[in-house]
């Protein structure tokens, strides 16, 4: 059974950065496409960013293209998200998944197997 566990998310000032990390536990890491989702209340969980089995490929939102940078570390089953110039537009939960399945940069939701419990990232204006 895979576990997915986010962490380093907190309350900070628009333009600030936060990097939020999500160990992974269970599988054979290196083996899957990892993205990274958010969901603000009242909306829909979305898309914000997936990176290939080996780093190499990676893809974004519009709405965080620039801004903000995922990478993983297979050695350390570990995947990461960088976010600089934060807006209060991107207060959500973040969740990072796991796609077992579709060896692709999948933005879609239902394409991920696995799901962490999320992590609250919360900018002041």
């Known amino acids: 059974q895979v576990q997915l566990a986010e962490s380093g998310g907190g309350l900070v000032q628009a333009g600030d950065s936060l990097r939020l990390s999500c160990a992974a536990s269970?599988?054979?890491?290196?083996?899957?496409?990892m993205g990274w989702f958010r969901q603000a209340p009242g909306k829909e969980r979305e898309f914000v960013a997936v990176?290939?089995?080996?780093?190499?490929?990676?893809y974004y939102a519009a709405s965080v293209r620039g801004r903000f940078t995922i990478s993983r570390d297979n050695a350390k089953n570990t995947v990461y998200l960088q976010m600089n110039s934060l807006k209060p537009e991107d207060t959500a939960v973040y969740y990072c998944?796991?796609?077992?399945?579709?060896?692709?940069?999948?933005?879609?939701?239902?394409?991920?197997?696995?799901w962490g419990q999320g992590t609250q990232v919360t900018v002041s204006s």
């Open positions: 998944a796991m796609d077992r399945d579709n060896p692709s940069l999948s933005i879609r939701r239902s394409d991920y197997d696995y």
């Open positions: 990176i290939s089995r080996n780093g190499g490929s990676t």
């Open positions: 269970g599988h054979t890491f290196s083996r899957y496409y």
